[in-house]
């Protein structure tokens, strides 16, 4: 069956260290990946997109790998912050459609 | 510029009734997606519009769910007779039409939708 997998548990870090958050996705061939973030009563923000061809992305203290052999996409943030504490959403976009399809989210906590 | 507007942003009604949401996207934008978010099954596409017209509505769980886009600049969302399974937060989004690479999707701030 077709799956998308992101940590269901809450990511607690320090302030000043690099959260990383991962998606798995299992029969699923998607052209691109993208990584939105959402806050408790608002709609997802688009953070970074990265192409099926791209290893790696950065977008200031963002940075978003691609492998498509392990079907597992890493997002990283260096130098978190508590202002980083939100809820991170992998999407796929696959080949000739027109939507996206969404894992659940993984909660990061970022705590002085 | 403003982003996508939802309204009502909360609603409770009981079950049986009528509920209409509403969608207004960013202007110039091309598609339209319908999203319900719950802790269970995350977000997930009710369905979407390319200029006005419904591409995809296989996200929509039943017939007690219909989708409209009258014009560019209005959706609705409509669900008769609701149900208290039916409770959850309904997204709306837009976004640019697609070039090379899918565009990001705007998202508006949700409507939560409580069935008792």
């Known amino acids: 069956s077709q799956k998308i997998e992101q940590n269901s548990e809450a990511l607690n870090i320090q302030e000043g260290k690099t959260a990383t958050l991962t998606c798995n996705y299992t029969?699923?061939?998607?052209?691109?990946l993208q990584w939105y973030r959402q806050d408790p009563g608002r709609g997802p923000v688009f953070l970074l997109l990265?192409?099926?061809?791209?290893k790696e992305k950065r977008k200031e203290r963002l940075k978003v790998t691609f492998d498509t052999t392990l079907k597992q996409s890493l997002f990283h943030i260096t130098a978190s912050q508590p202002a980083d504490s939100a809820t991170y959403l992998c999407?796929?976009?696959?080949?000739?459609?027109?939507?996206?399809?969404f894992g659940t989210g993984t909660r990061l906590q970022v705590f002085p | 510029d403003a982003g996508v507007i939802q309204s009502p942003r909360h609603e409770v009604t009981e079950m049986g009734q009528e509920v209409t949401l509403r969608c207004k996207p960013i202007?110039?934008?091309?598609?339209l997606f319908w999203y319900r978010q719950t802790m269970m099954r995350g977000l997930e596409l009710l369905i979407y519009?390319?200029?006005?017209?419904?591409?995809?509505d296989s996200g929509m769980p039943e017939d007690r769910f219909s989708a409209k886009m009258p014009n560019a600049s209005f959706s609705t969302l409509k669900i008769q007779p609701s149900e208290p399974r039916d409770s959850a937060v309904y997204f709306c989004?837009?976004?640019?039409?697609?070039?090379?690479?899918?565009?990001?999707?705007?998202f508006g701030d949700g409507t939560r939708l409580s069935i008792l």
């Open positions: 029969n699923y061939s998607p052209a691109y």
């Open positions: 989004a837009s976004s640019l039409a697609l070039g090379q690479g899918n565009m990001p999707q705007h």
């Open positions: 202007s110039g934008h091309d598609y």
């Open positions: 999407a796929l976009d696959l080949w000739n459609t027109d939507k996206l399809i």
């Open positions: 519009f390319n200029n006005n017209v419904p591409i995809d």
């Open positions: 990265i192409r099926e061809n791209e």
